[in-house]
């Protein structure tokens, strides 16, 4: 078990611990130091590492490796470190740590070789996002936080429940293949769907995301989401109903960034269209798709991230998130909107950038596939990601109008983590084989073809035409969209308050009836009296009980 | 200055279509060897998704404050 010390997510948890005691240059040598210790760990995990162990009388396996998994943890490990240098000047002590937990639980689930070790691990990683958004201290964000924590605990029942049920039908704790044929293996995909953001569950991540701190959504975009994208490209490869999920939470992110003023939430719309991307890839199944899905999700984290700090370095420098509010900062903070354009060009999937040497895998797979509908869809929405996101961010942030706005560059250090991401959007885009050698499948792909890339820059460029001759129907408006979240916000909230208002009626008529039949009661058992007929506290009966199972415990042991 | 980033923008949107002519195309559907297939589709479907998401606005868009107590 010794092994297990030199697990990526203990060396996390080992950090998050030293980060919340450590203070000044110590503190940020072990924030930068223990991701990086981790990443190398990560890198040389052998791939057909396998630590297992009896717990319960049931197999579990907290270290199983292999390509798709190894894939997972260098880029969260990765992630955890570029996150952790943005965040260095934040000054609310309590985030780091809570990103290390939470970035360290990812890694626990895609090394995980068994389902009770990815419930485990799954359920911290709710704690840890929930401590992240918690740390931006406002009232909003502890609304949205709670919001965000009830979906995710809910979510956490399904999937225990499924787990509980699937090992009763198979007998084995083991995380492989499955179908969505039994009610346990449905419950299962639902609940890493609910992880997902898939649509109608989506909107916990555009409600809560945006409210975290402007270093916490870079760490929230990277880990939940990506999280459930492992766990199905592990359970459910080839699994039809997901090629519809996908399609739906690519098209509903599109129209929904479209209609959004605040940056922030532009940007978690498009998380979910991009995991959308991906579990299409999935529900196609083939290698190249689920190549395309695991490679998409590397560079996703990355550019994403990339995204996200530079809307986080504005909204830091300016206090400012609407649409409406912005525009110009080009000006005065040049680095960081060509760091928030490199990222914007990634996501859209422009050649010579990460986006495009991934994305195009799973189109091409729906090509090999002959699945005309599914290639015509993902080739649409591949321009709507330029529409929504490649150009819409930075346009409305950086340029557009003249807000009068002059903010400095961000400090050293946030300029440094989006130099190095953009660095690596770039470099994964020029110099592609490494990332292939890692995906989980032989990959027989050239992306770069005349035709790949003349298709793809004739696609973008004239979505491009299209934002900028439609400009005029994409005015910001002071407004907000109404999402699923709706539901459990109002008609819900409104259920909840008159249940509870009722409740509170119904339950001071029966204490207060209760009290009198308690007074009666008393009187007359002061009048038999007897150490036995005294009203006894329930302390003392909880004692009473586990003393008889002690007893009992030991008889048993004894006969 | 704006107008002649238009005209620049519509230099390379013109190289993109005319770059067609020069390559070796592999499709995977006959509809990609109309020509400038990308070009016209990218357009029409970014036109449709404004469309859509004007659509879904008028019905769904509130106040940016609907949800504050």
Known sequence: ?559 | MIRRLWVAFFAVLALTVAAEFFIDPHPHFDIERLFAFNAIYGFLACAGLILAAKAIGLALKRKDDYYDE
């Open chain 1, 1 to 559: 078990m010794s092994s297990l010390l030199l697990h990526p997510a203990a060396i996390l948890f080992g950090t998050a611990l030293l980060v919340s005691l450590l203070h000044g240059r110590a503190r940020v040598a072990a924030a930068l130091a223990g991701p990086l210790a981790a990443l190398a760990l990560a890198w040389s995990l052998d791939e057909s590492l396998h630590v297992g162990a009896q717990f319960l009388g049931m197999d579990v396996a907290p270290l199983s490796v292999d390509r798709l998994s190894r894939l997972f943890a260098v880029v969260f490990a990765l992630m955890a470190f570029a996150g952790a240098l943005f965040a260095l000047n934040q000054p609310r002590r309590a985030e780091l740590p809570a990103a290390f937990l939470y970035a360290g639980s990812a890694i626990g689930v895609v090394l995980a070789g068994d389902l009770l070790t990815v419930f485990v691990f799954w359920e911290v990683m709710a704690i840890g996002s929930t401590l992240v958004l918690w740390s931006a201290a406002t009232p909003v964000a502890y609304r949205a936080s709670v919001r965000y924590l009830m979906v995710h605990l809910a979510g956490g029942m399904l999937l225990f429940a499924g787990i509980a049920a699937q090992v009763l039908d198979t007998g084995s704790t083991a995380f492989s293949v499955m179908r969505p044929d039994t009610p346990a293996q449905w419950m299962i995909l639902a609940a890493f769907l609910v992880n997902a953001a898939a649509w109608p569950l989506s909107a916990w991540l555009p409600d809560a995301y945006p409210e975290a701190s402007w270093s916490g959504m870079v760490f929230l975009s990277a880990f939940t989401t990506k999280t459930a994208v492992y766990v199905l490209l592990r359970g459910f490869p080839g699994s039809e109903i997901l090629i519809v999920v996908g399609l739906a939470m690519v098209f509903y992110g599109i129209v929904y960034a479209l209609l959004e003023n605040d940056m922030r939430r532009i940007l978690a719309y498009s998380i979910v269209n991009q995991v959308g991307f991906m579990i299409t890839g999935i529900g196609i199944g083939t290698e190249m798709a689920q190549n395309g899905a695991a490679a998409h999700a590397f560079t996703h984290i990355l550019y994403k991230a990339l995204l996200l700090m530079s809307a986080g370095s504005v909204l830091l420098m300016t206090g400012r998130r609407k649409c409406t509010d912005l525009g110009g900062l080009w000006r005065s903070m040049p680095l960081t909107a060509v760091c928030g354009i490199v990222g914007a060009l990634a996501i859209s999937s422009f050649p010579l950038t990460s986006g495009f040497v991934s994305k195009s895998m799973i189109a091409q797979a729906a090509g090999d596939e002959r699945l005309f509908a599914v290639w015509m869809l993902l080739a649409a929405a591949s321009a709507g990601v330029f529409l929504h996101a490649g150009i819409k961010f930075p346009w409305f942030v950086f340029f557009q109008k003249d807000s009068g706005l002059r903010p400095p560059e961000p400090p050293w250090n946030m300029r440094l983590a989006m130099i190095l991401l953009s660095a690596l959007c770039i470099g994964l885009g020029l110099w592609y084989e490494p990332l292939y050698e890692m995906l989980p499948h032989a990959v027989r792909y050239e992306p770069y073809t005349a035709y790949h890339v003349v298709a793809q820059l004739q696609l973008l460029l004239f979505s491009g035409l299209a934002f900028f001759v439609m400009l005029g129907w994409l005015r910001r408006t002071l407004t907000v969209t109404l999402d699923t979240d709706w539901l459990w916000r109002v008609p819900l909230a409104a259920l909840a308050r008159f249940a509870a208002r009722s409740t509170d009626a119904g339950v001071s008529a029966v204490e207060s009836g209760a009290a009198k039949v308690r007074r009666a009661a008393d009187e007359q058992l002061r009048a038999w009296s007897g150490p036995l007929a005294r009203t006894w506290p329930s302390g003392a009966m909880g004692i009473g009980v586990m003393a008889t199972l002690l007893a009992l415990l030991l008889s048993y042991y004894l006969a």
